[in-house]
């Protein structure tokens, strides 16, 4: 368990917005010894859904919701590294390509994924967000991957999943790769309706599985 005071520091710095603060409180936690994994899941995600469940209730408006989201960003961008120095030398478990989908630009939760999948070992290419199906599908040919990652934050981009696994089918390429959706909209139950894997509600649990599915770990 993280540290309660620097824990409540970083809860209140996404409450505020707050993007330097932020920085500082999370670079003081990694300097004292905290895991950066630890940070995002015991500080940063509860505070982040607190903002989105205010935001929910209307107690929130959307600038601030932008203002916690870059908050959130910034501290992403300075455990990133960290995420990814824990990176072993170990043989190559596969190659991903990684999208939030179309019409979605939820991209926070996808950037963890990358930087966990990069620390163990993946070869990762992130499309970035709001991408259409025939990129994704496109791109992960030419990269020759293994595993298509797909991230939908909002229940009208899950459809977008659905797109990507039915122009997987079409092109006659679905055994061809794994496919994994997450984020906040994704459940087991859709991603079996689209005959896809359920990356889990964390990033950690999900990068378990893609290893699983490589026949790793
Ligand atoms: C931050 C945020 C924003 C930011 C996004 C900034 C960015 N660069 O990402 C901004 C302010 C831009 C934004 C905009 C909007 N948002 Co918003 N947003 C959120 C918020 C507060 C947090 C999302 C987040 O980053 N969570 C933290 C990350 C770490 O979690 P995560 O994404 O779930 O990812 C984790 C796992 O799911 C998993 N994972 C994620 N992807 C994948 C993929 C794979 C393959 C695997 C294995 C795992 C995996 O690993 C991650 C790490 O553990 C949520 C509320 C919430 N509780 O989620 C609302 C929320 C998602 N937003 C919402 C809405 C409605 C909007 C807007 C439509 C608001 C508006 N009126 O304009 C716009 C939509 C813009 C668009 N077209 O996409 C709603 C969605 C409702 C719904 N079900 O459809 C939510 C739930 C808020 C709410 N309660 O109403 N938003």
Do not use: W
């Not at 791109?139 to 977008?160: C, H, K, M, N, V």
């Amino acid at each position: 368990m993280i540290d309660a005071d620097t824990k409540q520091a970083i809860h209140q710095c996404i409450l505020d917005g707050d993007r330097q603060g932020i920085a500082r409180a999370v670079r003081q936690a990694v300097e004292g010894g905290e895991e950066p994994l630890a940070i995002i899941e015991q500080a940063l995600n509860p505070a982040l859904k607190e903002v989105g469940d205010k935001f929910d209730a209307g107690n929130m408006y959307l600038p601030e919701l932008i203002l916690a989201a870059e908050a959130m960003q910034a501290a992403v961008e300075v455990l990133q590294p960290h995420l990814e120095a824990k990176k072993q030398e170990r043989e190559v478990p596969g190659r991903v390509v990684m999208a939030t989908v179309q019409g979605d630009i939820h991209d926070i939760g996808k950037n963890i994924v990358c930087a966990l999948l990069r620390a163990n070992g993946f070869e990762v290419l992130d499309l970035g967000r709001d991408v259409p199906a025939a990129t994704i599908v496109a791109r992960a040919q030419e990269f020759d991957a293994d595993i298509i990652g797909l991230s939908a934050l909002l229940s009208t981009t899950l459809p977008y999943c659905r797109d990507t696994v039915r122009l997987l089918e079409e092109l006659g390429l679905r055994q061809r790769y794994k496919v994994f959706i997450g984020g906040g909209s994704a459940s087991p139950a859709f991603a079996e309706s689209i005959n896809a894997a359920y990356g889990g509600p964390h990033a950690e649990a999900g990068v378990q599985s893609m290893l699983r599915a490589m026949g790793r770990g």
